[in-house]
């Protein structure tokens, strides 16, 4: 229906119109506003699309433990700021660049959603990624380890939350090469997401003056990893490095442990590991992995208060992807809140703007390629009785700095930078 002209209630030309008018007179001045701020958003409401993998290998990092975290978010929102109306969609992309591209046009086109959150992977996201460039609208990522995203593919609507796989590997990767594990050998998942991170840690070998002696790939989902390991064992690298995660890295750790090459010489590291996966292969398995993560539940009071609330809800505690999605849907709708709109471009600017205060990290911001810059901690499982709280897997053995983590921008090949400059 058209909105009523202010000539036509005067005039008392429509009587929908005087209706109308007559019932936010009844109502009051709290009506009014609230009629007003909603008209300043798309349907009167926020919709926020979280997509990822709901069913399949890479669920128990994201999946349904993200949409939990989203809501939770909204409510946490609305609570504080009950003017604003806020719904969460959900889809399952199966891991698979075509279904996820259709769903998210979908949204985008017909079903007025505003931002889609999460993703979980690098081959989706690289397809979701062109068409929110196209429909100008945002796309938060967390678990997306691809360095694509935030280099030659970046977007101004695309925004990286979590981690890339540079963060994931130049900390770690150059720590133990320092420490006499100059040959490397990798594992890695048949998709962008793995030969990504292949390539990101060769080069970064390469720098700290260490080897590759060489890699193998495995489909997505793999069940027998048994091929893989024994060329692992034969190239007689010192570091056997693991490229996948959830699903995949817990059963690759479990055919480590079962082939023996736990007790042998080659150090097995874990280049992307979420605490499910620790908790699915169990500590005993996973104990002295090391891995590199942007968020622990346990690493303070504020961030073990969300985990417990989350826990109520998942029966789980949260994953850094899980916590990072809570961050950016709550930053998103304060953003939305201060702009009044839910229009791209005005939000994007709000976002920009405000630093990410919360439990997720402290005083963060966006910086010119669309990376939210935070610290992360390189971190090691603890020995089975060193666990003595359900889920308290890790020993943070350090702590790696912001600055230190992240790309420096004059390495970078995202366009934005070349259009700041000019």
């Known amino acids: 229906m058209a909105p009523c002209r202010v000539g036509e ?3 008392r030309r429509s009587r929908l119109c005087r209706l109308t008018f007559g019932l936010i007179l009844a109502l009051g001045p709290a009506a009014l506003a609230e009629r007003s701020a909603a008209a300043d958003f798309s349907g009167g409401v926020v919709r926020i699309g979280i997509i990822n993998d709901q069913t399949g290998p890479l669920s128990d990092l994201a999946g349904p433990g993200s949409v939990v975290a989203a809501r939770m978010a909204v409510d946490d929102f ?35 959603v505003d931002m889609v959150a999460d993703v979980g992977n690098s081959a989706v996201a690289l397809a979701i990624q062109s068409i929110a460039r196209d429909k100008n609208r945002i796309v938060i990522y967390s678990a997306v380890g691809t360095t694509e995203i935030g280099g030659k593919q970046c977007s101004r609507t695309g925004l990286m ?37 292949v390539e990101v840690s060769q080069r970064v070998l390469a720098a700290a003056g260490a080897k590759s002696l060489g890699a193998v790939f495995h489909p997505l989902g793999n069940a027998d990893y048994g091929s893989f390991l024994l060329q692992a064992q034969a190239s007689k690298a010192k570091v056997v490095a693991f490229a996948n995660a ?31 996966d620790v908790h699915a292969m169990g500590a005993e398995t996973a104990k002295g992995l090391t891995t590199v993560t942007a968020w622990y539940w346990a690493l303070n009071e504020e ?31 304060k953003a939305a809140s ?9 939000v994007l600017e709000q976002m920009r703007a405000m630093p990410v205060d919360d439990f997720y990290a402290r005083g963060a911001r966006l910086r010119a390629d669309n990376k939210l810059v935070h610290d992360f ?11 003595k709280t359900p889920w308290d897997y890790y020993n943070v053995v350090e702590k790696i700095p912001a600055e230190d983590a992240f790309l420096p921008l004059s390495d970078s090949e995202c366009p934005l930078l070349k259009t700041s400059r000019n």
């Open 9 to 11: 209630l005067l005039s």
């Open 78 to 112: 609305q609570r504080a700021t009950p003017g604003l109306k806020a719904e969460i969609v959900v889809a399952d992309h199966q891991n698979k660049p075509d279904i996820g591209a259709q769903i998210v046009r979908k949204w985008f086109d017909v079903d007025g």
């Open 161 to 197: 939350w979590l981690h890339d796989n540079y963060n994931l590997v130049a900390g770690s990767v150059r720590k133990l090469v320092s420490q006499g594990y100059d040959s490397w050998f990798f594992i890695a998942s048949d998709y962008a997401f793995g030969r990504n991170m």
């Open 246 to 276: 959830g699903e995949q890295l817990v059963t690759s750790m479990k055919q480590w442990n079962e082939f023996g090459m736990n007790a042998g010489p080659q150090k097995a590291v874990a280049e992307l590991m979420f605490l499910t």
């Open 303 to 333: 961030t073990r208060a969300f985990a417990q609330r989350f826990y109520k809800l998942h029966n789980a505690m949260p994953t850094a992807p899980q916590a990072a999605v809570y961050s950016a849907v709550s930053q998103y709708l």
């Open 338 to 346: 201060a702009a009044g709109t839910d229009e791209t471009n005005a």
């Open 377 to 387: 901690y390189l971190v090691e499982v603890k020995k089975p009785s060193d666990v």
